[in-house]
């Protein structure tokens, strides 16, 4: 069974704190994410990385970074937390490039639901 | 970006009856689409996807239909259930799987 392990599910920070969130897949996967989820939001993409060592913005980077020093693990970083990112932040994994993945589709994690006070 | 949107946030439904969860999309260079189920505390679970080059394709009671021409997407679920009672998305995507996300769309299933 595949399987996408968020290291924590809920976390509480204080403001200016920097946060490590961890995430690691066991299906040897190429694309790791990170989202965060928002109520009338939606889930919007914070970081992507589609190989070791590399990494591609999102649609909301900002106060964000990312690290990819193994396949199998991908961690998102904040740098200085602040209340606006409390939120629920979930990795997600899929196999290599759409025209090799055979529609697999993009696996989640359970979840981290961070609270910054 | 692009934008997913769908067209009911909330949808009440007999349990037993069929479900319909509606979704538009912006963007008619995607070609790959998912729907997930994400119950409460809990990440999105995959449940069907499609490609831009099928225009309909079935589950295990369920059954997903893409229109290309009015970019609309829709999940049907047969004989729904309650434990189908979830928040549904669509998503669409292209290279590197890099996925859009709607907001959601809330299914109560009614004993």
């Known amino acids: 069974d595949v399987k996408v392990t968020q290291s924590s599910r809920y976390l509480v920070k204080r403001t200016g704190e920097k946060v490590f969130l961890e995430c690691v897949q066991d299906m040897d996967h190429e694309n790791m994410f990170w989202y965060r989820q928002d109520p009338g939001l939606g889930l919007r993409l914070i970081y992507f990385?589609?190989?070791?060592?590399?990494?591609e913005k999102g649609d909301i980077p900002e106060g964000y970074s990312v690290s990819r020093e193994k396949k199998e693990r991908f961690s998102l970083i904040l740098e200085s937390a602040s209340t606006n990112q409390t939120s629920m932040y979930l990795c997600?994994?899929?196999?290599?490039?759409?025209?090799?993945?055979?529609?697999?589709?993009?696996?989640f994690g359970q979840g981290t639901r961070l609270t910054v006070v | 970006g692009e934008s997913v949107g769908l067209h009911l946030p909330t949808l009440s439904v007999q349990e037993g009856d069929n479900s319909i969860i509606n979704c538009a999309y912006s963007?008619?260079?995607?070609?790959?689409f998912i729907w997930y189920k994400q119950e409460s505390g809990k990440g999105p679970q995959f449940i069907i996807d499609i490609r831009s080059n099928m225009d309909k394709r079935q589950g295990q009671r369920v059954t997903v239909l893409l229109n290309k021409t009015v970019k609309h997407l829709s999940l049907q679920i047969a004989a729904t259930q309650p434990g189908d009672s979830a928040v549904y998305f669509c998503?669409?995507?292209?290279?590197?799987?890099?996925?859009?996300f709607g907001s959601g769309t809330k299914l109560n299933v009614k004993p």
């Open positions: 998503a669409e995507g292209n290279n590197f799987n890099k996925f859009y």
């Open positions: 990385s589609y190989d070791v060592k590399m990494k």
């Open positions: 997600a994994s899929s196999p290599g490039v759409f025209g090799s993945s055979g529609g697999m589709g993009t696996f």
């Open positions: 963007n008619s260079a995607s070609d790959y």
